[in-house]
Nanobody
């Protein structure tokens, strides 16, 4: 079965850095668009960053210049490097794998990892 397992969350001070990792299994990793999303109580889950199978990246305006997404198809992992963290970045971060074409739609989620940015 498909599994997406996040790691790397924790408590960090404003201005600090954190690196999230997602390990995928049960999918042909290289053909999926991988992404990171985040959610806080009472809010919709929002896109943070994505990287396509071809390596194209997309970032939310709020994290541009601070976060970097990267994938390693040999290791079936996607990472999110988060720098210059702000209290507003506090959220549960979820790993996502998506494959959509004319024939089928596939969308998988991890269970999330908590990031808390606070003094």
């Amino acid at each position: 079965q498909v599994q997406l397992v996040e790691s790397g969350g924790g408590l960090v001070q404003p201005g600090g850095s954190l690196r999230l990792s997602c390990a995928a299994s049960g999918i042909i990793f290289s053909i999926y668009t991988m992404g990171w999303y985040r959610q806080t109580p009472g809010k919709q889950r929002e896109l943070v960053a994505t990287v396509t199978s071809g390596g194209d990246t997309n970032y939310a305006d709020s994290v541009k210049g601070r976060f970097t997404i990267a994938r390693d198809n040999d290791k079936n992992t996607v990472v999110l490097q988060m720098n210059s963290l702000k209290p507003e970045d506090t959220a549960v971060y979820y790993c996502n794998a998506k494959r959509i074409n004319y024939l089928y739609n596939m969308n998988y989620w991890g269970d999330g990892t908590l990031v808390t940015v606070s003094s």
